[in-house]
Structure formats: structure tokens, C-alpha cells
């Protein structure tokens, strides 16, 4: 069966730090694989996501990147947090085409707090 | 980009109601999925739909896709406390990105035991 793990589960940083959370899926190949920020308030903002190995998309300009440098391996960065920052952050993936290919399925996401 | 309608924004009902919750788009969609959030989790998928008129139930949940493609609504039958959280829909847009879903901003469900 397929999971997926996020890393650190809590993070606590200073403004202008940089920042590394990661994503790892387990039990499939050549995934979607996305980032999400969830602010207080509910809503599940798409950031980045991915269709392979160093190919990203991004959805809203702003001071994060992505990258993908192993098939089920998607990574977020920062080299200078913002207190805007702060949230929720989950990954997902979902299956790269069949008839499912809509499901996306969601780690159990990093709470970032920037201070 | 496109937006989804959902509601209500919250609910607050006894143990042993039902619920009910409902999105809907200006827009058609293919796909129309349910997921709930447990608080400081990741959201959990429970119910996928993938043709128009579908019917889908998982346990005490009942899920449909609207006929017109533009909405979805979900049910709970005799709600229990476990089922506070955040109920979100979420939708793949006919002719958009194969990649990419909709989702609305969430309802949460407070049940009162």
C-alpha cells in the first residue's frame, strides 16, 4: 500500500531563516506530487506541483520553491521566511494517469510558525 | 482561477442528527471528491465521483454528483462526535489541467454529544 510522510512534523522559525520541508511517498511510482498551504481559516492554497523528476509548476508567485530530485522525493524551500509564512503545509499525490488519477491523497502536513 | 461555493461554513448539530453539505461551480466538472480533516491532520479522502447523476454512500456517508455537473452535495446520517472536523469538496474542472483540483474553503462540523 502506498504512504506518504512529511517532515519535520512542527517547525518553529525566525523571520528570515531559511526553510527545507520534505515529502516522501512510498508504495508507487512516478507520482503527482503537490505542496498546499492551509493558513488559519481552512482554505487549501496549491503552491507547487509536480509531474516527474525536476519538473515543477508553480501557482502563486511568492518567496518559496519547490523541487523534485528523486522520483517520489518533492521538497519546499525557503531562503528567507516571511511571517506570511505561517500555516499548515501538506503534500499530496496522486496516481500519473488511470482512472483514479483525480484522487489525491494528503501527508500528514508540517505546522510552520514564523516568528 | 476556478472557485468553489461551499456550504455551510459551519455547523453546529446534536449527536444523532443528520448533515448535510453541499458545493457548487459556475463551471462543470468531471471529478467531484469529499475529503474530512481531523484537526492538525492532513484531510482524508472519503468519497470520489466521477459521472453525473452518481450516488456513492461509505457508511453512514452519501455522497452525489449533481446532474448538471456543476454541484455535489454530501450526507451524514445519525452524526456521532467523531465526526467533528473540516468537510471539504473538491473538484477536477472539465477541460482544465489534469493535474490540478478545486477545492472549497470547508465546512466544520461541530457535533455535540
Known amino acids: 500500500s502506498q504512504t506518504i510522510h512529511q517532515w519535520p512534523a512542527t517547525l518553529v522559525q525566525p523571520v528570515g531563516s531559511p526553510l527545507s520541508l520534505e515529502c516522501t511517498v512510498e508504495?508507487?511510482?512516478?507520482?503527482?506530487l503537490y505542496w498546499y498551504r492551509q493558513a488559519a481559516g481552512r482554505g487549501l492554497q496549491l503552491l507547487f506541483y509536480?509531474?516527474?523528476?525536476?519538473?515543477i509548476s508553480s501557482e502563486v508567485p511568492q518567496n518559496l520553491s519547490a523541487s523534485r530530485p528523486q522520483d517520489r522525493q518533492f521538497i519546499l524551500s525557503s531562503k528567507k521566511l516571511l511571517l506570511s509564512d505561517s500555516g499548515f503545509y501538506l503534500c499530496?499525490?496522486?496516481?500519473?494517469?488511470?482512472?483514479?488519477?483525480?484522487?489525491?491523497?494528503f501527508g500528514p502536513g508540517t505546522r510552520l510558525t514564523v516568528l | 482561477g476556478q472557485q468553489l461555493n461551499q456550504s455551510p461554513q459551519s455547523m453546529f448539530i446534536q449527536e444523532g442528527e443528520d448533515v448535510s453539505m453541499n458545493c457548487t461551480s459556475s463551471?462543470?466538472?468531471?471529478?467531484w471528491l469529499w475529503y474530512k480533516q481531523d484537526p492538525g491532520e492532513g484531510p482524508v479522502l472519503l468519497i470520489a465521483?466521477?459521472?453525473?447523476?452518481e450516488l456513492t454512500s461509505n457508511g453512514r456517508l452519501t455522497a452525489q454528483f449533481g446532474i448538471t455537473r456543476k454541484d455535489s452535495f454530501l450526507n451524514i446520517s445519525a452524526s456521532i462526535p467523531s465526526d467533528v472536523g473540516i468537510y471539504f469538496c473538491?473538484?477536477?474542472?472539465?477541460?482544465?489541467?489534469?493535474?490540478?483540483?478545486?477545492f472549497g474553503k470547508g465546512t466544520l462540523l461541530t457535533v455535540n454529544p
Open positions: 499530496a499525490w496522486n496516481v500519473h494517469g488511470g482512472t483514479s488519477h483525480n484522487e489525491q491523497f
Open positions: 508504495g508507487t511510482s512516478n507520482p503527482n
Open positions: 509536480s509531474v516527474g523528476i525536476g519538473q
Open positions: 463551471s462543470i466538472f468531471n471529478t
Open positions: 465521483l466521477y459521472k453525473a447523476g
Open positions: 473538491a473538484g477536477q474542472h472539465s477541460g482544465g489541467s489534469n493535474y490540478k483540483l478545486t
